[in-house]
């Protein structure tokens, strides 16, 4: 790349252009961090730290309420989807158009523009969130570097299609063993079937009534479901293990404890010989009666709607921040050969954060 620098008096849609054209697959994003730290150390009413290809970006101003703007830097691999294209609606496309560097570049104008916000702000650009949860770089930092988020209230820019999304749901999975005694399938009786023996575990789950608790006036919506079945030796062999993979997505009002136990009193009788917590993942409380979340709230508009998925919210609220989800990008774009976002939509999200941090 000739030009390895970011231009931050370019509007959000156009600087992201310059991101999406910045290739950051996760794993080799230490080019872009370099450039956003270049970009944000020439900016005097800005202290910039580093941790990795972890980026973060404060301001002193002794507000009495400091806020988190945060979005990740890498994307999933490039399909053909590199450099970006403006097309005559004015939609741009390009690998990571959508998730995140849309919103990305709207933390970066607001880094450059609001000099004198009416909270003190925090910008974190981190590495390697399209990956496993190990490598995430906001977790590195939280775990390496609390101190440099904390803070009142988080907004994490990723996609969601201009409208605020209220926290995110937990999201669990679980192993569930069945034992039984191999034999000839000739001689059955002669062993026990741990795959007939999971059936109990299938009926609960047909049977299973989630709940939809309404959460700061957000309804979320939790669902338990088998997502795998694995067993079965060979085609003359009576199975003596069966495995049900089990997830279970909860609301924020369970704590990841209360999650587990309840999963495991559901299937408390149903012939579980091994419960194994395979990943997890806490959900995030909305937090949208705090006071910066209602003057955001009023400030963006619309309708905040609760997030059914995870994301990195959840990190926050185990820092005890309240935090929303609102970036540009249209979610169900994120990922595909067709990633694409409205320019519209970006300036809109860069005039939006404007107005609420300078009113």
Request: glycine fraction near 10%; aromatic fraction near 6%; hydrophobic fraction near 40%.
């Amino acid at each position: 790349m000739a030009d390895t620098s970011l231009d931050l008096t370019l509007d959000a849609a156009k600087l992201t252009a310059q991101l999406v054209d910045f290739p950051s697959v996760s794993g080799t994003e230490k080019p872009l961090a370099d450039a956003i730290e270049t970009a944000l150390l020439a900016l005097p009413h800005l202290t910039v730290e580093r941790y990795g290809n972890n980026v973060l970006a404060r301001t002193h101003l002794g507000r009495p309420e400091r806020v988190i703007l945060a979005g990740h830097i890498d994307t999933v691999p490039i399909a053909d989807n590199v450099p970006s294209r403006l097309d005559e609606d004015g939609v741009l496309w390009g690998c990571g158009t959508c998730d995140m560097k849309s919103g990305v570049a709207v933390q970066l104008r607001i880094a450059a523009t609001v000099v004198a916000p009416n909270r003190d702000l925090t910008f974190v650009f981190y590495d390697n969130e399209e990956v496993t949860a190990d490598l995430n770089g906001l977790k590195h930092v939280a775990e390496n570097r609390p101190q440099w988020l904390e803070g009142d209230f988080a907004v994490l820019l990723e996609p969601s299609d201009g409208e605020v999304e209220g926290g995110c749901q937990g999201t669990l999975r679980v192993l569930l063993k069945t034992k039984g005694e191999r034999a000839h399938s000739a001689r059955s009786w002669m062993g026990s079937n741990a795959i007939h023996t999971a059936s109990p575990i299938l009926a609960r789950l047909a049977s299973y009534e989630p709940r939809y608790p309404v959460i700061d006036g957000l309804e979320y919506r939790e669902g338990l479901n088998a997502v795998g079945i694995s067993g079965g030796v060979a085609g003359n062999v009576i199975p003596d293990e069966c495995v049900v993979t089990v997830n279970f997505r909860y609301a924020p009002d369970r704590t990841e404890e209360e999650a587990v136990a309840h999963v495991r009193e559901v299937f408390a009788d149903c012939g579980v010989e091994e419960f194994v917590v395979d990943d997890h993942s806490g959900g995030a409380l909305p937090g949208l009666s705090h006071p910066a979340a209602a003057a955001f709230m009023e400030a963006v508009g619309g309708i905040p709607r609760p997030k059914y998925g995870w994301t990195d919210v959840s990190r926050f609220s185990s820092l005890g921040i309240p935090a929303v989800n609102y970036g540009p990008g249209n979610p169900h774009l994120a990922h595909k050969r067709d990633e694409r976002v409205e320019t519209a939509k970006i300036l809109a999200g860069e005039e939006r954060l404007r107005a609420w941090l300078t009113a």
